[in-house]
């Protein structure tokens, strides 16, 4: 059974660029959520993506985009780069119709300078 | 929104010694897990335990959802126990999921030899 994976693992970018950062889901499951994290702080809800659309959105602007693909790997897309946005993204992938347990990618690391 | 409160912030142990860790939450919930984040930033799943009791090892979980709060203990702890603790629920939405995990703040854990 293969895990969630994610790339690139470290990602340096300037203010006003845009980033791209790719999620695998685990074998076998058809959903996939995106979160950041800040330092010190727990991970937030960007997104969850289901059969290829957006199924529930957390509290961040329309700069953060995404999408799905049919093999269900993911993107996430960041439009406009704002020093904020430094932190570690996290994806998860679990099963539709749930709740089901939901399975971490060992993340992204984004810095914008 | 939903709110999740964990305690204490940080707890330092000797090794050997055992620990609870608590998570209050604000309202019902459709899913509770319990994560590990090692120093890399990875999430390892825990428990699934949105109720009831679950041992594995030596760590077990309770969740007591009429009563909106969960327990995460740890026996005979470890160095390699190290790190964040969090809990993270899934509000519930009708009988509907959104993937949408909400976070508490953690619980930083050092086991000293």
């Known amino acids: 059974e293969t895990g969630v994976t994610q790339s690139p693992t470290h990602l340096i970018k300037t203010r006003g660029q845009q980033v791209t950062l790719r999620c695998s889901s685990q074998s076998g499951h058809n959903t996939v959520s995106w979160y950041q994290q800040a330092l010190g702080q727990g991970p937030q809800f960007i997104f969850q993506y289901y059969r290829e659309e957006e199924n529930g959105r957390g509290n961040f602007p329309p700069r953060f985009s995404g999408l799905q693909f049919p093999n269900y790997s993911s993107e996430l897309n960041v439009n406009a780069l704002e020093l904020d946005d430094s932190a570690l993204y996290l994806c998860?992938?679990?099963?539709?119709?749930?709740?089901?347990?939901?399975?971490f990618g060992p993340g992204t690391r984004l810095t914008v300078t | 929104g939903i709110q999740v409160e964990q305690s204490p912030p940080d707890l330092i142990l000797q090794e050997g010694a055992n620990s609870t860790l608590r998570c209050n939450f604000s309202?019902?919930?459709?899913?509770l897990q319990w994560f590990h984040q090692n120093p890399w930033g990875q999430l390892i799943n825990l428990f699934y335990i949105p109720s009831g009791t679950k041992q594995n090892g030596r760590l077990s979980a309770t969740t007591v959802a009429t009563e909106r709060y969960s327990l995460l203990y740890i026996s005979s702890s470890q160095t390699t126990d190290s790190g964040v603790y969090f809990c993270?629920?899934?509000?519930?939405?009708?009988?509907?999921?959104?993937?949408?995990?909400?976070f508490g703040q953690g619980t930083i854990l050092t086991v000293h030899p």
């Open positions: 998860a992938s679990s099963l539709a119709g749930g709740p089901y347990e939901q399975y």
């Open positions: 993270a629920v899934e509000e519930y939405a009708g009988g509907t999921s959104y993937g949408k995990l909400t």
């Open positions: 309202d019902s919930v459709n899913n």
